[in-house]
C-alpha cells in the first residue's frame, strides 16, 4: 500500500514558480507527477525512479519543471518555473510499485493522491 500527499499549488502570474511537494509512505519503483486540465486527458509531466533517480519529462515542460526526491523526508518534488497559462491543472502525485507499464501512462500507476491545483494567470 502507498500513500500520497500533495501540497503546494495555488494561483500564480505566468513566468513565476511554484513548488509542489508529495509525502510518499510505502515502497515505490517510480514515482511521477500528472495533470488534467478540465476537459482534457490526464497526462504525465514528469516520473522519477527512485531507485536510480532517472528523471524524464514531457516535451511540453523540458527545460521549466525538475522533478527530485529527498528519500530523507520521504517527498518528491516538483519544481515549476516560467509557469504559462496552458500549465494550469489539477496535478496528482502517483506511484508504480511494478517495473512493467509505460513510463507516462497514468493507467500503469496504482496509487494517487487526491491532487492539487495550479492555476496561471496571464
Known amino acids: 500500500q502507498v500513500l500520497l500527499v500533495e501540497s503546494g499549488g495555488g494561483s500564480v502570474q505566468a513566468g513565476r514558480s511554484l513548488r509542489l511537494s508529495c509525502v510518499v509512505s510505502?515502497?515505490?519503483?517510480?514515482l511521477g507527477w500528472f495533470r488534467q486540465a478540465p476537459g482534457k486527458e490526464r497526462e504525465g509531466v514528469a516520473v522519477?525512479?527512485?531507485?536510480?533517480?532517472?528523471?524524464y519529462y514531457a516535451d511540453s515542460v523540458k527545460g521549466r519543471f525538475t522533478i527530485s526526491q529527498d528519500n530523507a523526508k520521504n517527498t518528491l518534488y516538483l519544481q515549476m518555473n516560467s509557469l504559462k497559462t496552458e500549465d494550469s491543472a489539477m496535478f496528482y502525485c502517483?506511484?508504480?510499485?511494478?517495473?512493467?507499464?509505460?513510463?507516462?501512462?497514468?493507467?500503469?500507476?496504482?496509487?494517487w493522491g487526491r491532487g492539487t491545483q495550479v492555476t496561471v494567470s496571464s
Open positions: 502517483a506511484a508504480k510499485t511494478v517495473v512493467t507499464g509505460r513510463r507516462f501512462n497514468p493507467a500503469d500507476f496504482a496509487y
Open positions: 510505502g515502497y515505490t519503483y517510480s
Open positions: 522519477i525512479y527512485t531507485g536510480s533517480g532517472d528523471t
